[in-house]
């Protein structure tokens, strides 16, 4: 059963590593990997000097930042929501309009936010309806970040209910009993036995989280870059592609790629490191 899960791993993970040598070459697609030009670290001396790389880093930094405090509690909230509702139906009619955004494409979920906030979207009519000011959002860079924030909630929080919802499942509902016993309230309960049962869960999804801080999302800054220019919504993936992919220099790509997958790993680890002084398990046992 594990085949097909594993032959993905291999053919999309671990067989891509192969071309990160030409992170360290002057990549020739004509000539090929082994009869390009070596050039060692020549690619990221040229990366670490370019101006252009050091903005898609804060950008990346700043918008992983926001998502990170904007985002990421919003799951545990909704399951936490979704969890004391007491009629199993209205759960899942609940759960199962949560879970649709997540199977849209970004093309689609921004043209939902186009025609919501853009500047023929429902509120600028309404705003002049009103008389008022109109304040085209798709185009501000400004409130970017809140922008593709509020995009990934409404697009995924739900389908991140779901590891959470399991957690809360495991629960053993004689330590509500006897909480309840003991004269705690809704509140109490919650802050008592649900969340401890829950924090193993979300320290595990918040060093998983930080690992992958420096992969904010591609299509969806991709598709919005034109709009609130590359000031704002350049990140190391889209970096990677218009100054490497898109002008034929892969190798530049490629270092950049590589770099970023570098910090990845020492953030994953440090992430761990800094949840097993907390006393949980994170990602692995010490």
């Given amino acids: 059963m594990t085949v097909p899960a594993v032959v993905l791993l ?26 390009s030009d070596w050039v060692g670290l020549d690619q990221f001396r040229q990366l ?17 930042f926001v998502q990170l405090i904007l985002f990421f509690p919003v799951p545990i909230a909704l399951a936490l929501l979704l969890n004391s509702v007491l009629s199993e139906r209205t759960r899942n009619v609940i759960q199962s309009v949560l879970y649709l955004p997540h199977f849209f494409s970004w093309v689609l ?3 939902v936010f186009q025609q919501m906030l853009g500047g023929a979207g429902v509120l600028n009519q309404l705003l002049r309806t009103h ?5 085209d959002v798709m185009t501000d860079p400004h409130t970017f ?4 924030t509020s995009q990934a ?4 929080a739900g389908w991140g209910i779901i590891v959470f ?15 309840a016993a003991d004269g705690a309230g809704r509140l109490r309960r919650m802050w008592h036995v649900t969340l401890p049962g829950l924090r193993g869960v979300i320290v595990l999804l918040l060093v998983l989280r930080l690992g992958n801080a420096l992969s904010v999302g591609f299509e969806q800054f991709l598709i919005q870059r034109v709009a609130v220019g ?7 993936d889209t970096f990677s592609f218009y100054y490497g992919i898109a002008t034929g220099n892969y190798s530049y790509g490629a270092a950049a790629g590589l770099f970023k997958s570098v910090v990845s790993l020492l953030l994953i680890w440090g992430a761990n490191r800094l949840a097993h002084a907390f006393g949980e398990d994170g990602l692995y046992r010490r």
């Fill in 10 to 35: 291999l053919v999309f993970n671990y067989a891509p590593l192969f071309g990160l040598m030409t992170a360290f070459q002057d990549y020739d697609p004509l000539v090929g990997v082994w009869h």
């Fill in 153 to 156: 909630v409404w697009k995924e």
């Fill in 165 to 179: 919802l399991a957690a809360l499942s495991a629960i053993n509902n004689e330590l509500y009993e006897a909480a």
């Fill in 230 to 236: 590359h000031d704002a919504s350049d990140v190391l």
């Fill in 109 to 111: 979920a921004i043209t």
């Fill in 131 to 135: 008389g008022a000011g109109t304040w």
């Fill in 48 to 64: 670490f000097g370019d101006p252009l790389f050091w903005e898609s880093m804060k950008n990346t930094l700043y918008l992983s």
């Fill in 145 to 148: 970040a809140l922008l593709v």
